[in-house]
């Protein structure tokens, strides 16, 4: 298994523009959880999907982002319009069986916003 | 004073030494518990789990052990190598399957 695959591995945006990061889950997956982390926050829980039905935004800064899952293999994290705060690492997170909470991390997309 | 950041706690240790790399958690909830390793440009990578039914685990050169009482939880890295440098998260969860995860220690690896 590739594990979680995200795109881009790097995004650099102007301040206004929409940007869209994609995660693919590992395969048999039902979790699928966005993070940010930078040096001020550390680690943040953004929004998290089980069975591709979103179950917790409370993660989500403000209006500016949305996150779907359009089905088990793919899921999108837009923000719009971007500004420069947003800049920051973004992960993407599956987990698999019920009685397993671990979390498969991906590689991350860092997003830097001019 | 303002923020400027994460001050990450830091533990040096010599090449073969073992470390011990301490977390505490808020929510006496919980019942799973992980603790991850990210080294610098790349995701958490799961290092090792405990459930709340147990008090110590196991793995290929490391030890969870886990405290409710005080809730604590801590990782032990026996010969400790130059590959274990890293940031190592606690992270807890209840049943909601919502991660939280502690802000970090850099562990470094002097030669």
């Known amino acids: 298994d590739a594990g979680v695959i995200q795109s881009p591995r790097h995004e650099v945006t102007e301040m206004g523009q929409e940007v869209t990061l994609r995660c693919k889950p590992i395969?048999?997956?039902?979790?699928l959880f966005w993070y940010r982390q930078t040096m001020m926050r550390g680690l943040e829980l953004l929004i998290y999907?089980?069975?591709?039905?979103?179950?917790?935004d409370s993660g989500m800064p403000e209006d500016r982002f949305s996150a779907k899952m359009p089905n088990a293999s793919f899921s999108t994290l837009k923000i719009q319009p971007s500004e420069p705060r947003d800049s920051a690492v973004y992960f993407c997170?599956?987990?698999?069986?019920?009685?397993?909470?671990?979390?498969?991390f991906g590689p991350g997309t860092r997003l830097t916003v001019l | 004073g303002e923020s400027v950041g994460l001050h990450l706690p830091t533990l040096s240790v010599q090449e073969g030494d073992n470390s011990i790399i301490n977390c505490a958690y808020s929510?006496?909830?919980?019942?799973?518990f992980i603790w991850y390793k990210q080294e610098s440009g790349k995701g958490p990578q799961f290092i090792i789990d405990?459930?709340?039914?147990?008090d110590k685990r196991q793995g290929q050169r490391v030890t969870v052990l886990l405290n409710k009482t005080v809730k604590h939880l801590s990782l032990q890295i026996a010969a400790t190598q130059p590959g274990d440098s890293a940031v190592y998260f606690c992270a807890d969860t209840g049943s909601a399957r919502q991660l939280t995860f502690g802000s970090g220690t850099q562990l470094t690896v002097l030669p």
């Open positions: 997170a599956s987990g698999g069986e019920v009685l397993n909470n671990e979390q498969f």
């Open positions: 929510n006496s909830a919980s019942d799973y």
């Open positions: 405990i459930r709340s039914n147990m």
């Open positions: 999907f089980n069975n591709n039905v979103p179950i917790d």
């Open positions: 395969s048999g997956h039902n979790s």
